[in-house]
């Protein structure tokens, strides 16, 4: 038997106000409508359910085995809709956030404080990896909000620009020493490189920009790595030559940890730094939560305001 939601409500509420006056002013409905309502229910189940006494009504024992029944599951479904509708109005739950390490201590780790401490509902979970990982990881429904290091390329992801980040070519200046400054494309291709990735995802805009599209890249690369602290490790102990953002190495080139390393120039007229955009993804298919919004405009007001302060 199906029945309508409506009809068993209009019931409870009639039963409950014992008239369908009463009812109907509860309901902020006319009293046709309830009565109307009513004998729908009792034409669907086949029995009265009310004894009419005029304009009064009185429940028949059907009814009041019915009302017993229903008002405790009502209240249930009620309990159920009421926490459903909280989910997508109040800021509240779970949002798994997956990031680069390096660019979240950087542009995002100061705005989850504040965040928190806004929400008390609120929980976010935050994963560190690489690009592609992430983006699996996104479209597989592990992870909610994640920020990717070039735009995405597998279907259904959303993005929105972030940030755009500079990249720059560091050594240590015992490294520079032994094996002297680079200056030419050639000098650069002889020497020992490590990178970041196997697409070599920072490496290739820096060589790009700084010799051309067509020029060959070094076939020295010593190690190939998913870790940017651990790429500028080895820049620090003179192994090889690193591209890194520029706000990783600022610490390490004030202390002379590691030197700028720049071609000289000529070898290439730059049209702009060497860089990359970043971008904030989700599944174009998410529902609309107030936990998701609140985390996604945390994070895209922070790194635009983190961006504008470097500017």
């Given amino acids: 038997m199906s029945i309508r939601y409506e009809l068993l409500r209009t019931f409870v509420a009639a039963a409950e106000a014992g008239t369908f006056a009463a009812a109907a002013s509860r309901e902020h409905v006319s009293v046709s409508a309830i009565s109307q309502k009513v004998r729908a229910l009792e034409a669907q189940l086949g029995q009265p359910l009310f004894e009419r006494l005029g304009r009064r009504v009185r429940l028949l024992p059907s009814g009041t085995t019915l009302l017993e029944t229903l008002k405790p599951e009502l209240a249930r ?106 200056r030419t494309l050639t000098d650069f291709q002889a020497q020992r490189w490590a990178v970041f990735d196997q697409d070599m995802a920072m490496h290739l805009p820096w060589w790009r920009a700084s010799f051309g599209p067509k020029a060959a890249l070094p076939e020295r690369i010593v190690c190939r790595m998913a870790s940017l602290e651990e790429l500028l490790a080895l820049a620090e102990a003179s192994v090889a030559l690193v591209v890194l953002p520029d706000y990783l190495v600022t610490a390490a080139l004030a202390e002379r940890r590691v030197l700028l390393l720049e071609p000289a120039p000529g070898q290439h007229a730059r049209q702009r730094a060497a860089g990359n955009t970043l971008f904030l993804a989700w599944r174009e298919g998410m529902k609309e939560s107030a936990r998701l919004r609140a985390v996604r405009q945390a994070l895209s007001t922070t790194v635009k305001r983190e961006s504008a302060r470097r500017g």
Avoid at 99 to 107: I, K, L, S, V
Avoid at 138 to 166: M, W, Y
């Fill in 77 to 182: 479904i009620d309990d159920a809709l009421a926490s459903l509708r909280e989910d997508f109005t109040q800021v509240r739950g779970r949002v798994c956030v997956g990031a680069p390490r390096p660019f979240w201590a950087h542009g995002l780790r100061s705005r989850l404080p504040p965040l928190l401490a806004a929400h008390d509902g609120l929980q976010v979970d935050v994963e560190f990896n690489v690009p592609s990982v992430l983006e699996r990881r996104l479209h597989e429904g592990a992870l909610d909000l994640v920020i990717l290091g070039r735009p995405a390329q597998l279907p259904g992801i959303k993005t929105v620009p972030l940030a755009r980040e500079t990249f720059v070519a560091v050594g240590a200046p015992a490294y520079v020493k032994r094996w002297g400054q680079p």
